[in-house]
């Protein structure tokens, strides 16, 4: 009978044969990456300047949803270094999607990496680490090699926020630089249409000061583009192509419903039954903008509420969905929160799992919506919220959260018919006198104008036009 022959660990030549592999650069810096080529996110300036800054010393951690542009924005980001005459040896990257290298320590990795590059990358370097969500303990692993390595700058990404992590979330997290990529936005995806010229320059005076806003060239055309971005475009893949958007989609489509849910990192986290929770991301999906509870979640998927609460909060730590709480009448929240809103990040995600809509759609008020609150959701440091009472509801609000009162109400509309009768939002105008606000915003389908209403000063502005306006100012606040 022959000897079994023994089999032995994963070599370090292996492995040192696999990171020479990813850097394609350290034997020429001539190398044109892949993704160097396409053009880049309006957020990519504002993570080069996170990355190039070292007067504090914090690895940079780059966060988005899956299938988002992370992996892109890096290669373009070590493209832009190698353009400035950084030293090839200098800068390493390492997909940690592999499965041949995520069982490893991220020590050893680094320090494998170090010996791969003949050390150059020890001093005034960068790391790229992408997907590190693959590993168990990243962050407790990481935090060490900062003071083991100080001329290093680490730059992670991760398709799961931290928060989810089960470390010292709160020590760690506070010494991370943060970004986050969003799925493409509306006024992303117009400039990648080169269809910039629907939108023109405007103002519009805002509690008796003139601010900058904008108007459309062409409604019309404005809206048939944010439709078709509605439905496909807040995918990169999608908004890129020069094909038809549902022709890319359908052949996108089972590889970016494979890769969102990431399943097997949701097995890291503790989460078995993956058919379970992408049947409820699908089902989420459908109610995208719809009051929902858990008890009501429960009814419909068969799902126990214990891990409805776990399934909603890995889809949400995911950037895959958002969870908007409700509040009362005076913008005070419950004690418990019993009914709540899930949001898609991304419309088109509807579309993967089930089909385009037309304007005239009857679900069109919630996914309008749904794009609305996902340009908004890139702004992670601001907390929407909406109010439901036993006589009406509010779409959005901003609440200060110092003082405790709305700093801000929106009544999204997909139509024009309030623009002419005013008086019937009675729901707006109940809360913003109840809560003394005297101006107040509401959506239409493609009219803009100045109503007053008992003092109530109330904007009408297209869906469209809000949406790109939002955008704007996002990326403008990220800029500062």
Known sequence: MPKVKQLNPLSDQYISERIHFENTWWLSSKTELEFSSKSKRAYFENFISMLEDRSVRKPVLLMGPSQSGKTVIMEQAIQHLLDKGISAMKIAYIGLGNPSLNSLELSKLVAMIHQASAKQTETDSYIFLDDIHYLNYWLDELMPLLDQYPGVQFVVSSSVNPSFYPGDVVYSLNKIKEFVLPPITFTEYLSIKKVDQLILPSTIEWRGSQHNFYAASNIKELNRQFLEYLNYGSFPQIAYTKNSSSEAMKSLMPAILQKSILSDVANVYGIQNIQELNSLYALLANFTGKEVSLESLSSISGI?????????????????????????????????ANYFKVYLTNSAVRTLFYFPVEATDESMPELVSTVIFSQWLHRYRFTPYYARWTQGEISMLGIDERRDKPQGALEIKWTNYFVNQPEELKNLIHFCYQNEMDTAMVTTLDTEAVKEVDELNLHFVPAAIYAYVVGVNTLERATR
């Open 304 to 336: 126990e509420k214990y891990l409805l609460r776990k399934y909603i909060e890995y889809l949400e730590a995911a950037f895959l969905i958002r969870v908007i709480q409700r509040v009362d009448e005076f913008a005070q929240k419950f004690t418990r």
